[in-house]
């Protein structure tokens, strides 16, 4: 599992720590640890659905931001669980881009043992660097 959960975050919030070898790696790394927020095992959740997702940000860590904020989204407004896969991040220095495809299903209670309502994506923290081959980030989701 490349994330931890911190216990320094604010403490009516979850606040963790996604890596990966890329940006590719580390978005779909931060999209799953939001999700496992959400629910109890990311196996449970079966990729028939998908939404293909595509942003841009003035900045990574507002690009990072944007990516959990569609996850939230269609949570919130289609009742689906979705996990991301095929991301790919243009890093350019100024406005990066993300896409990716996000997979999953309808949230079904009887399958699915749901945990916290992640609410948003905060600013507080909020962090992407990539240093010496490895991008990290620190997240933390109001719930």
Known sequence: MPYEYVE???T?????HAWGRNLDELFTTAADATANVMVASLESVRPLVSRTVS???DALDLLLMRLLDELIFYKDAEGLLLRACAVHVTAADHNPHL???LRGEPIDLNR???LADVKAVTLHGLRVEVAD?????RVTLDV
């Open 112 to 114: 699915h043992e749901m």
């Open 55 to 57: 942003v841009s940000a």
């Open 12 to 16: 009516s919030d979850v606040t963790f």
């Open 99 to 101: 896409t990716a495809e």
């Open 8 to 10: 320094d975050g604010v």
């Open 133 to 137: 081959g490895a991008a990290h980030a």
